[in-house]
């Protein structure tokens, strides 16, 4: 724990990324982190000055709706501006991914004027992961690869099912039915001949909906990106 916070207060990160497992003690109604044998409560985290501006914590219950006293809520007490936070548990894969894309598509982000703030960011991040790790699912179990992506533009419409599908989900109107065509949109990703055996695997295979169990904490909408800034002529206290 030492360690860790040393590192911290010494690099003075804007993003901190904490990847590790956690938990929930019922009894106290505490959630706690796992750094080796030690369980970190919002104790240490608020003493030891454990924080950044961006925190995000892949990992299990780290604010879990029965939890009177979080760790997600920890960091915001030790001065964060938000936290990406869990409700519920989740899997190790999905904990993995979600960090790579996060840094992905923020590299990305940071250049392009595509999101306006941290929460737009974050939000699309998680919605499209669902996407993402489901299609490379049902690629691994069927042994079948998907089509090669098609980010072209005819007559106004996106032409390939994965971008058509993640730019819809941008849309609030759009979501529910999206989340609803998962299942058909990713069978539309793969070969017309391979797709009567993609349709069993994919009626077969549960989505990863736990992506939907990561809960802003904080005020991400308040974190806006340099580039909105710029073309709005925007002046905020808080940019990335």
Not at 39 to 56: D, F, G, H, Q
Not at 208 to 215: A, F, G, N
Request: with cysteine; aromatic share 10%.
């Amino acid at each position: 724990m030492a360690e860790v916070s040393s590192a911290i207060q010494k690099s003075k990160p804007h993003l901190l990324f904490i990847d590790c497992h956690g938990g929930f003690d019922e009894k106290n109604s505490l959630s706690y982190l796992c750094f080796g044998n030690e369980k970190i409560t919002y104790k240490e985290i608020i003493s030891e000055n454990i924080s950044a501006p961006l925190v995000v914590l892949s990992c299990c219950n780290s604010s879990p709706l029965a939890s009177l006293n979080a760790v997600g809520d920890a960091f915001l007490g030790a001065g964060a501006f938000a936290v990406l936070a869990t409700t519920h548990p989740i899997g190790l894969a999905s904990g993995s991914i979600i960090v790579s894309r996060i840094l992905k598509n923020l590299q990305y982000a940071v250049t392009h004027n595509v999101h306006n703030n941290w929460l737009n960011f974050i939000s699309h991040v998680l919605r499209t992961s669902i996407h993402h790790q489901y299609l490379t699912e049902i690629t691994r179990r069927t042994g079948i690869q998907e089509n090669s992506m098609n980010c072209n533009v005819i007559d106004d419409n996106l032409t390939d099912p994965r971008v058509l599908w993640r730019s819809q989900t941008m849309m609030f109107s759009e979501r529910m039915q999206c989340y609803k065509n998962l299942g058909g949109s990713v069978l539309e990703c793969f070969p017309l001949d391979k797709r009567n055996e993609v349709k069993a695997a994919v009626e077969n295979i549960p989505p990863p909906w736990e992506y939907l169990y990561y809960s802003h904490l904080g005020r991400p909408d308040l974190v806006f990106f340099q580039n909105y800034l710029n073309e709005h002529k925007f002046v905020m206290p808080v940019n990335i």
